[in-house]
């Protein structure tokens, strides 16, 4: 079991989100600011970095955002969706951004697509999470 | 003139936004994390914390997001709109939210006045970034 | 396989660390950084959150360092051991104040037990990196 | 005033530290945490971006180091040393490693000559904090 499942079984409170896919959508944004920020530093070390420019941008956005939302989804005491929402939304279009330039890279560059694949579990966390937050 | 403002001045690319705009909207999300990031330690030392726990947790929400919106609207290269709308749209409920709670405070505690203020600036300035992005 | 290890496996460069002992530190960081993030909202609920005043400040601490520490050291490309040596003695001093706090309520509040575990993993993680980072 | 000055001057409980020395070491900090967000994306806007590969990454654990730095230093409930004094230290390396690698590169690029000043000005700042942190 994951400390953000963990966590969220002994929150003192109550809360009406279902915990499980709370936790599954924590543990998603950690991975895919972890996979992001490795990325772009992979990324730096290609021999062809001037083709990898865009990719470490998205990357180092998508991180930012990743470890924002699940700071922020992680606290459940007096709990706001009008920022929750938005942010979810803002973390979803950067998942899909940077998932569709790793895209391109991942036939060449196996970093990439794990990446690819991290911020793609990361969108459709957000996206089921985005749908019950209320 | 601010960091902000100085390394716009000297990117090496180009962007279409107002730079001395985009620079002001900089300088009010760090300072808006700044304020934030303090008043939330300065509500953990007031004898009543039981009243300030919502401040608390709407400060590191506020702090949290305007620390990223300051990193990704710092990034001129490869910048993505689809990413900054949701992001600006999410800080600036967050700066909302903050606000409204620490303006509740402002009488009794005068640094959740200081930090009310340091969010209605970045409300605004965000709203006015977020009317020129597209 | 953690994101970490896997992003560390497709590094393009070389590096002389131990990648299986870096990721599991890696791990050990995002962990922690998780579980005080989730810890601090959980004291904020407590009815009794004034003696969780100083669980609360060290855990917000713990969090930021331990996440700083990950990406930092996830940073292979010119990797720098004179940022990192002193990056991880603050990132153990953290996490052992932190864990020393929290176990002083773990007998009553389950979620500082938690997070008092991933405070003393991440601790030996980080030492045991250490005394290999040259 | 900066806003970190006002939150210090607002602070309801106690510290010995010098406020104004401690509210310039937290403007330095979170200037230097935007000169090198910004300086590590520009960068990667510059036509020779393969030669400023080490300047970015230095760049990218500066600002982070510095964003956590200032936070650690800002909260002054319950304040810490042990964790206040490695900090600074990882702090101090950082902005030296990136100050000197953007010196190499000031003559070229006017971004790594104002990100380069902004280091040093952090460096000294938490040098001196260092000294009356006991």
Redesign the interface.
Known sequence: M???M????????TFTLDASLLAST?DAL??C???C??????D???PD??SM??C???C??C???C??T???T?????Y?P??T???L??CI??C??CAAECEMHAMK???C???AE?CRRCQRACQDLLAIVV
Chains 1, 2, 3, 4 share one sequence.
């Open positions: 994951s400390y953000a963990r966590l969220l079984d002994s929150y003192p409170g924590i950690n991975d600011a972890q996979a920020t490795a990325d772009a530093d992979d730096l070390s290609e970095v001037t420019v865009k470490i941008r998205l180092l956005d991180a930012d955002i470890t924002t699940s700071a922020v992680s606290r459940r005491t007096d706001d009008n920022v929402r938005p942010l939304e803002a279009a950067a899909k951004s560059h196996a970093h697509a794990v990446c991290a």
